[in-house]
Protein backbone atom coordinates (compact mmCIF):
# COMPACT_ATOMS: atom_id res chain seq x y z
CA UNK A 1 0.00 0.00 0.00
CA UNK A 2 1.38 3.16 -1.29
CA UNK A 3 2.68 5.70 2.29
CA UNK A 4 3.56 9.02 2.63
CA UNK A 5 7.22 9.41 3.45
CA UNK A 6 8.86 11.60 5.73
CA UNK A 7 12.59 12.05 6.89
CA UNK A 8 13.88 12.63 9.66
CA UNK A 9 11.64 10.99 11.98
CA UNK A 10 13.16 12.99 15.00
CA UNK A 11 15.28 15.72 14.94
CA UNK A 12 16.89 17.49 17.92
CA UNK A 13 18.63 20.78 17.31
CA UNK A 14 19.43 23.83 19.31
CA UNK A 15 17.78 27.26 18.75
CA UNK A 16 19.20 29.74 15.98
CA UNK A 17 20.09 26.49 13.90
CA UNK A 18 18.68 25.54 10.37
CA UNK A 19 16.73 22.63 10.15
CA UNK A 20 15.03 20.85 7.18
CA UNK A 21 12.17 18.08 6.45
CA UNK A 22 11.38 16.13 3.70
CA UNK A 23 8.29 14.72 1.86
CA UNK A 24 7.36 12.37 -0.72
CA UNK A 25 3.85 11.94 -1.23
CA UNK A 26 1.92 9.18 -2.62
CA UNK A 27 2.69 8.59 -6.31
CA UNK A 28 0.14 10.62 -8.44
CA UNK A 29 -1.27 13.11 -5.39
CA UNK A 30 -1.51 16.52 -6.94
CA UNK A 31 -1.89 18.13 -3.25
CA UNK A 32 0.83 18.27 -0.50
CA UNK A 33 0.09 19.48 2.98
CA UNK A 34 2.57 20.67 5.48
CA UNK A 35 1.21 20.51 9.28
CA UNK A 36 2.66 21.39 12.58
CA UNK A 37 1.22 19.62 15.60
CA UNK A 38 2.08 21.13 19.51
CA UNK A 39 1.20 18.29 21.91
CA UNK A 40 -2.22 17.75 23.13
CA UNK A 41 -3.77 19.91 20.06
CA UNK A 42 -4.55 19.12 16.96
CA UNK A 43 -2.58 20.03 13.08
CA UNK A 44 -2.51 23.20 11.81
CA UNK A 45 -2.04 23.85 8.53
CA UNK A 46 1.47 25.15 7.26
CA UNK A 47 1.23 25.25 3.76
CA UNK A 48 -0.74 23.84 0.65
CA UNK A 49 0.44 23.15 -2.63
CA UNK A 50 -1.09 22.25 -5.83
CA UNK A 51 1.79 20.51 -8.19
CA UNK A 52 4.60 23.11 -7.34
CA UNK A 53 2.70 26.32 -6.46
CA UNK A 54 1.68 27.16 -3.21
CA UNK A 55 -2.33 27.49 -2.55
CA UNK A 56 -2.64 28.86 0.90
CA UNK A 57 0.68 29.58 3.34
CA UNK A 58 -1.33 31.99 5.22
CA UNK A 59 -0.37 30.22 8.63
CA UNK A 60 3.31 30.04 7.42
CA UNK A 61 5.33 32.22 9.68
CA UNK A 62 7.44 33.49 6.44
CA UNK A 63 10.20 35.25 8.40
CA UNK A 64 11.79 31.78 9.62
CA UNK A 65 9.47 28.74 7.40
CA UNK A 66 10.15 28.17 4.04
CA UNK A 67 8.62 25.56 1.52
CA UNK A 68 9.37 24.24 -1.81
CA UNK A 69 7.45 21.63 -3.89
CA UNK A 70 10.26 22.70 -7.26
CA UNK A 71 8.89 19.28 -9.59
CA UNK A 72 5.69 19.34 -7.90
CA UNK A 73 6.43 15.61 -6.16
CA UNK A 74 8.47 15.84 -3.00
CA UNK A 75 8.77 18.74 -0.57
CA UNK A 76 11.07 20.15 1.66
CA UNK A 77 9.86 22.52 4.34
CA UNK A 78 12.88 25.00 6.35
CA UNK A 79 12.84 26.68 9.71
CA UNK A 80 16.15 29.09 9.81
CA UNK A 81 16.83 30.02 12.82
CA UNK A 82 15.14 27.42 14.66
CA UNK A 83 13.65 28.84 18.04
CA UNK A 84 12.56 27.36 21.22
CA UNK A 85 8.44 27.66 20.77
CA UNK A 86 9.07 25.48 17.01
CA UNK A 87 9.25 22.01 19.04
CA UNK A 88 6.20 20.56 17.34
CA UNK A 89 5.29 17.13 15.56
CA UNK A 90 5.78 18.24 11.47
CA UNK A 91 2.85 16.22 9.45
CA UNK A 92 2.99 16.03 6.05
CA UNK A 93 0.34 14.68 4.12
CA UNK A 94 -1.13 14.19 0.58
CA UNK A 95 -4.32 13.45 -1.26
CA UNK A 96 -5.49 13.33 -5.04
CA UNK A 97 -7.27 16.25 -6.16
CA UNK A 98 -7.49 19.68 -4.52
CA UNK A 99 -10.88 21.60 -5.27
CA UNK A 100 -12.79 18.42 -4.64
CA UNK A 101 -13.44 17.08 -1.04
CA UNK A 102 -11.00 14.27 -0.79
CA UNK A 103 -9.00 12.02 2.21
CA UNK A 104 -5.91 13.32 3.23
CA UNK A 105 -3.00 10.75 3.49
CA UNK A 106 -0.70 11.14 6.65
CA UNK A 107 3.14 10.38 7.06
CA UNK A 108 4.78 9.37 10.11
CA UNK A 109 5.80 12.84 10.84
CA UNK A 110 9.15 14.34 11.59
CA UNK A 111 9.29 15.21 15.79
CA UNK A 112 11.57 18.28 16.85
CA UNK A 113 13.01 19.13 19.20
CA UNK A 114 14.61 22.91 19.95
CA UNK A 115 17.10 23.00 22.91
CA UNK B 1 -5.92 28.51 14.25
CA UNK B 2 -8.53 25.62 15.41
CA UNK B 3 -12.19 25.69 13.83
CA UNK B 4 -13.60 22.77 16.21
CA UNK B 5 -13.71 21.64 19.55
CA UNK B 6 -14.41 18.00 20.60
CA UNK B 7 -15.74 16.35 23.86
CA UNK B 8 -14.76 15.43 25.96
CA UNK B 9 -11.55 15.90 25.99
CA UNK B 10 -10.71 11.79 27.15
CA UNK B 11 -12.70 9.26 27.39
CA UNK B 12 -11.63 5.68 29.20
CA UNK B 13 -14.22 2.65 28.61
CA UNK B 14 -13.99 -1.11 29.04
CA UNK B 15 -13.57 -3.28 25.87
CA UNK B 16 -17.14 -4.08 24.33
CA UNK B 17 -18.51 -0.22 25.81
CA UNK B 18 -19.65 1.58 22.84
CA UNK B 19 -17.62 5.13 22.72
CA UNK B 20 -19.12 8.39 22.08
CA UNK B 21 -17.52 11.79 20.97
CA UNK B 22 -18.64 14.75 19.69
CA UNK B 23 -17.25 18.41 17.52
CA UNK B 24 -18.68 20.84 17.37
CA UNK B 25 -17.18 24.04 14.98
CA UNK B 26 -17.97 27.24 13.38
CA UNK B 27 -18.28 28.23 10.16
CA UNK B 28 -20.06 26.82 7.32
CA UNK B 29 -18.69 23.58 5.64
CA UNK B 30 -18.08 21.46 2.31
CA UNK B 31 -18.08 18.08 4.66
CA UNK B 32 -16.87 16.84 7.92
CA UNK B 33 -13.87 14.21 8.12
CA UNK B 34 -12.62 12.23 11.53
CA UNK B 35 -9.00 11.10 11.75
CA UNK B 36 -7.31 8.93 14.26
CA UNK B 37 -3.93 9.33 15.84
CA UNK B 38 -2.15 6.83 17.77
CA UNK B 39 0.40 7.85 19.88
CA UNK B 40 3.58 9.99 18.23
CA UNK B 41 2.14 8.52 14.41
CA UNK B 42 0.21 10.18 11.85
CA UNK B 43 -3.26 10.49 11.36
CA UNK B 44 -5.52 7.92 9.47
CA UNK B 45 -8.15 8.67 7.51
CA UNK B 46 -11.63 6.99 9.26
CA UNK B 47 -14.98 8.68 7.15
CA UNK B 48 -16.09 11.79 5.80
CA UNK B 49 -20.02 12.72 5.79
CA UNK B 50 -20.48 15.70 3.45
CA UNK B 51 -22.27 18.88 4.15
CA UNK B 52 -25.72 17.44 3.03
CA UNK B 53 -25.83 14.15 4.65
CA UNK B 54 -26.94 13.28 7.73
CA UNK B 55 -25.25 10.37 9.15
CA UNK B 56 -23.13 7.76 7.66
CA UNK B 57 -21.90 4.08 8.74
CA UNK B 58 -18.41 2.56 7.77
CA UNK B 59 -18.06 -0.72 9.80
CA UNK B 60 -18.34 -0.25 13.74
CA UNK B 61 -18.23 3.39 12.93
CA UNK B 62 -21.36 5.56 12.75
CA UNK B 63 -20.63 9.35 12.42
CA UNK B 64 -23.86 12.22 12.24
CA UNK B 65 -23.64 16.04 11.21
CA UNK B 66 -26.46 18.18 12.03
CA UNK B 67 -25.23 21.48 10.22
CA UNK B 68 -28.20 23.87 11.58
CA UNK B 69 -26.01 22.79 15.51
CA UNK B 70 -22.86 23.00 13.51
CA UNK B 71 -22.14 19.39 15.54
CA UNK B 72 -20.73 15.95 14.83
CA UNK B 73 -20.55 12.68 16.44
CA UNK B 74 -18.48 9.60 16.04
CA UNK B 75 -19.46 6.48 17.75
CA UNK B 76 -17.45 3.64 17.92
CA UNK B 77 -19.30 0.81 18.98
CA UNK B 78 -18.20 -2.82 20.71
CA UNK B 79 -14.45 -1.04 21.08
CA UNK B 80 -11.28 -2.67 21.39
CA UNK B 81 -8.17 -2.18 22.60
CA UNK B 82 -6.64 -1.76 19.35
CA UNK B 83 -9.01 1.70 19.29
CA UNK B 84 -6.92 3.40 21.86
CA UNK B 85 -6.18 6.54 20.04
CA UNK B 86 -6.69 10.38 19.43
CA UNK B 87 -9.32 10.77 17.70
CA UNK B 88 -9.65 14.81 15.36
CA UNK B 89 -12.80 16.17 13.65
CA UNK B 90 -11.71 18.14 10.71
CA UNK B 91 -14.02 20.24 8.61
CA UNK B 92 -12.91 21.41 5.12
CA UNK B 93 -14.20 24.88 4.08
CA UNK B 94 -13.58 26.45 1.36
CA UNK B 95 -12.40 26.56 -2.52
CA UNK B 96 -8.73 24.74 -1.52
CA UNK B 97 -10.38 22.63 0.61
CA UNK B 98 -8.36 23.36 3.64
CA UNK B 99 -8.77 20.81 6.32
CA UNK B 100 -9.19 23.25 9.91
CA UNK B 101 -9.16 20.20 12.87
CA UNK B 102 -10.52 20.39 16.22
CA UNK B 103 -8.35 19.42 19.56
CA UNK B 104 -8.85 16.07 19.47
CA UNK B 105 -10.63 13.29 22.20
CA UNK B 106 -8.19 10.94 23.62
CA UNK B 107 -9.99 7.26 23.94
CA UNK B 108 -8.55 4.98 26.36
CA UNK B 109 -10.00 1.50 25.72
CA UNK B 110 -9.65 -0.78 28.56
CA UNK B 111 -8.73 -4.88 28.29
Known amino acids: EAEVAQSPRYKITEKSQAVAFWCDPI?????LYWYRQILGQGPELLVQ????????DSQLPKDRFSAERLKGVDSTLKIQPAELGDSAMYLC?????????????FGPGTRLTVL | SQQGEEDPQALSIQEGENATMNCSYK?????LQWYRQNSGRGLVHLIL?????REKHSGRLRVTLDTSKKSSSLLITASRAADTASYFC???????????FGTGTLLAVQP
Open chain 1, 93 to 105: ASSRLAGVSHEQF
Open chain 1, 27 to 31: SGHAT
Open chain 1, 49 to 56: FQDESVVD
Open chain 2, 27 to 31: TSINN
Open chain 2, 49 to 53: IRSNE
Open chain 2, 90 to 100: ATDEGATNKLI
